[in-house]
């Protein structure tokens, strides 16, 4: 089964990757996990601040002003959520963008990024997942942002929200971004 496949079919039954990296209905950790009243809150990172990881295991922490300092991108959107549909127009910095200021992806390194992911957790500890093909600029070139701004108005402090276009329900539009974090190829 494609990452593509999993993902959609994560939205319907959660699929786990066991330790041999299988798809199957049962193991270990989940591709993306609905918020969990027993996971906690990520009260280690500033609400001011998300923190970014990459595959060496060192952070950087981005704030408001530094996200302002990159190129901002309007997305239009339109997925289905619980309660609905949902369309509006977002702005903000490429994900991509984001993960090359902080040293999170070396964009030199091709053969590393189609077998990379990067896990997008909210501060309720929801986690999604994106493969870094897809937004990468030679492969995919996905227009995933970190959102600051919807339909024009800026989002609340520290609330900010990874977009992905495209997607026709909205599990991996994470809301209230606390960490990223860029997983080493196996």
């Given at each position: ?67 302002a300092k990159l190129p901002a991108v309007s997305v239009t ?62 492969f995919e070139g996905k227009q995933v942002i970190l959102a ?39």
């Amino acid at each position: 089964m494609c990452l593509a496949a999993a993902m959609a079919a994560a939205e319907a039954d959660p699929v786990r990757i066991d330790a041999a990296d299988n798809l199957t209905g049962a193991t270990t950790a989940p591709i993306a996990a609905p918020p969990s009243p027993t996971k906690p809150a990520r009260p280690d990172v500033p609400a001011d601040r998300i923190l970014v990881t990459g595959p060496t295991g060192g952070d950087a922490s981005v704030t408001a002003e530094a996200l302002a300092k990159l190129p901002a991108v309007s997305v239009t959107v339109s997925f289905g959520t619980e309660g609905g549909q949902h369309q509006a127009s977002f702005q903000g910095p490429l994900l991509w963008d984001v993960l090359a200021q902080t040293g999170a992806i070396d964009a030199s390194r091709r053969r590393e990024q189609v077998r990379a992911i990067v896990l997008i957790e909210g501060r309720d500890g929801y986690t999604a997942a994106l493969a870094v093909g897809e937004i990468a600029p030679d492969f995919e070139g996905k227009q995933v942002i970190l959102a600051e701004r919807m339909d024009g108005r800026p989002l609340e402090p520290g609330h900010w929200r990874i977009i992905v276009p495209a997607d026709r329900r909205g599990g991996r539009s994470v809301r209230d971004v606390a960490r990223i974090a860029v997983t080493p190829p196996p």
